[in-house]
């Protein structure tokens, strides 16, 4: 099994920045799918950005124009830039991967890293 973990949560002040990462235990021949979720307190996890496999990246409407997801194959490494973020912003954020190790096929998840945006 692939293991994800997750660093760059912490709290932050609204407008201010933060970077997730996500870093896969073993390398990964091919990654279909990256992408980060969140879930808030009380609420079911959502999509935030993901990449798929054609190279589409899709967002969530609440978070377009603020957050960038990217990846650095070579290192197993997917990123969630946040800008601007504002205190509805605030939950657990877990990554996912879907990929390839020779012949086998995985679908992992993080651990989740806590965002809390407040003043």
């Known amino acids: 099994q692939v293991q994800l973990v997750e660093s760059g949560g912490g709290l932050v002040q609204p407008g201010g920045s933060l970077r997730l990462s996500c870093v896969a235990s073993?390398?990964?021949?091919?990654?279909?799918?990256k992408g980060w979720f969140r879930q808030a307190p009380g609420k079911q996890r959502v999509l935030v950005a993901a990449?798929?496999?054609?190279?589409?990246?899709n967002y969530a409407d609440s978070v377009k124009g603020r957050f960038t997801i990217s990846s650095d194959d070579a290192k197993n490494t997917v990123y969630l830039q946040m800008n601007s973020l504002k205190p509805e912003d605030s939950a657990v954020y877990y990554c996912?991967?879907?990929?390839?190790?020779?012949?086998?096929?995985?679908?992992?998840w993080g651990q989740g890293t806590l965002v809390t945006v407040s003043s």
């Open positions: 996912n991967i879907q990929g390839k190790i020779l012949t086998r096929r995985f679908d992992s």
């Open positions: 990449i798929s496999s054609d190279g589409t990246f």
């Open positions: 073993k390398f990964i021949d091919r990654m279909y799918y």
